[in-house]
Structures are given as structure tokens and as C-alpha cells.
T-cell receptor, first 114, second 113 residues
Framework: EAGVTQSPTHLIKTRGQQATLRCSPISGHTSVYWYQQALGLGLQFLLWYDEGEERNRGNFPPRFSGRQFPNYSSELNVNALELEDSALYLC?????????????FGSGTQLSVL | GENVEQHPSTLSVQEGDSAVIKCTYSDSASNYFPWYKQELGKRPQLIIDIRSNVGEKKDQRIAVTLNKTAKHFSLHITETQPEDSAVYFCAASISSNAGKSTFGDGTTLTVKP
């Protein structure tokens, strides 16, 4: 079974540009979560999509947005890039069972803003 | 909101020794506490989790303990091996929504051969 896949692996942009990151969940998973992992820090929750809808967002400005497609894949868009947006962006899909929810992560997109 | 603190930030042990990483959380409503291992350049992977109706859980060389009253939980790795070297993250959430977990800042574990 294929895991969560993210593309691109690396992305280099300059300040003010826009970045688009993509995530494909594990087949059968309908929820996709996005996280930002700045160097040396833990994961910060960005966005949650489920069944095509944005369900919740973390404490990030509106220039961080995204969407989920009918096949449950997802895009994260970051507009008006700032230097501090440089980070590893991780996507996770989730499996819910009778006990709760477990996360499966992708390998991430390393975004560098110059 | 939830606040998770993780200690230590770095830990170096000799192969064969034990390693302990501790986390505290603030929200008494949290009831799901997973631990993730992230090797250099790789994705975080769930290695063990515990729910608040359980005090301890073991899986081979890995164990997690939870003290709900004190709001802290710990990861214990026994008989450490060089391949245990990685960054370990704890997290706390409501079990029905693990994706909205609050994560600790991570512990870099180095196991010296």
C-alpha cells in the first residue's frame, strides 16, 4: 500500500512569491492535515481538510490556504511568501477506528524562501 | 489551548543504556498521547501511543507511561541501539481528532555505539 506522498520534495522561492505544495493521502483516508515544522521546533498545526471541506485551521495568517479535491488529495498554498515561511511542510492523512484517529505522515516539502 | 512541553531537547546515551523522554501537557481534556520518531530526512512515524484510560503500554523495547493526575507522560527506550538515534516528538490531543494534536518541540536522541 502506498503511503502519503508529497511533492515537490524541495521548493525554492523568493519573498513575495506564491508556493503550492501537494499531498496525496493513503487510499481510503479522507482527512488530510498540514503542518509547519520550522528548524528545531515541533510541528505546528496549519489546516485540516475532510471530505473536501476545510474543518479547522491553526494560528496562521490567511495567506496560508488550501483545498482538498474529490479524490482527497490536497494542496497547500502560501501567498506573499516571507522569509520566516522557510520550513518543512508535512502532510498527514488519518485513519479513524473505534479507538480514535491515527496519523500517517508524508516525507514533507522543504520550502526555502530567499 | 493545549500546551505541551518536552524534555530534554537533546539526549545522548551509550548503546545498551536506557533513554527516557518526558512530556507535560496542560489541557485535562486531552486523552490521546502518541509518540513519533523522525529519522534524519525522513517522515515522522508513530511508534507508540497511549490513551488516558491506561497507565502504561509496552511494545518490545519501547514503553510509555501516563500520569493523568500530574498531566505528564514519558517514553522509555530500553537496550538502546544506534538505529534508535532520531528526533522523538510527543503529542497530546482528543483521540477522535489526533490530527489537531499539540506537539512537543522534540528530543534529539543520539545512541553512541
Amino acid at each position: 500500500e502506498a503511503g502519503v506522498t508529497q511533492s515537490p520534495t524541495h521548493l525554492i522561492k523568493t519573498r513575495g512569491q506564491q508556493a503550492t505544495l501537494r499531498c496525496s493521502p493513503i487510499s481510503g483516508h479522507t482527512s488530510v492535515y498540514w503542518y509547519q515544522q520550522a528548524l528545531g521546533l515541533g510541528l505546528q498545526f496549519l489546516l485540516w481538510y475532510d471530505e473536501g471541506e476545510e474543518r479547522n485551521r491553526g494560528n496562521f495568517p490567511p495567506r496560508f490556504s488550501g483545498r482538498q479535491f474529490p479524490n482527497y488529495s490536497s494542496e497547500l498554498n502560501v501567498n506573499a511568501l516571507e522569509l520566516e515561511d522557510s520550513a518543512l511542510y508535512l502532510c498527514a492523512s488519518s485513519l479513524r477506528d473505534r479507538l480514535g484517529e491515527k496519523l500517517f505522515f508524508g516525507s514533507g516539502t522543504q520550502l526555502s524562501v530567499l | 489551548g493545549e500546551n505541551v512541553e518536552q524534555h530534554p531537547s537533546t539526549l545522548s546515551v551509550q548503546e545498551g543504556d536506557s533513554a527516557v523522554i518526558k512530556c507535560t501537557y496542560s489541557d485535562s481534556a486531552s486523552n490521546y498521547f502518541p509518540w513519533y520518531k523522525q529519522e534524519l530526512g525522513k517522515r515522522p512515524q508513530l511508534i507508540i501511543d497511549i490513551r488516558s484510560n491506561v497507565g502504561e503500554k509496552k511494545d518490545q523495547r519501547i514503553a510509555v507511561t501516563l500520569n493523568k493526575t500530574a498531566k505528564h507522560f514519558s517514553l522509555h527506550i530500553t537496550e538502546t541501539q544506534p538505529e534508535d538515534s532520531a528526533v522523538y516528538f510527543c503529542a497530546a490531543s482528543i483521540s477522535s481528532n489526533a490530527g489537531k494534536s499539540t506537539f512537543g518541540d522534540g528530543t534529539t536522541l543520539t545512541v553512541k555505539p
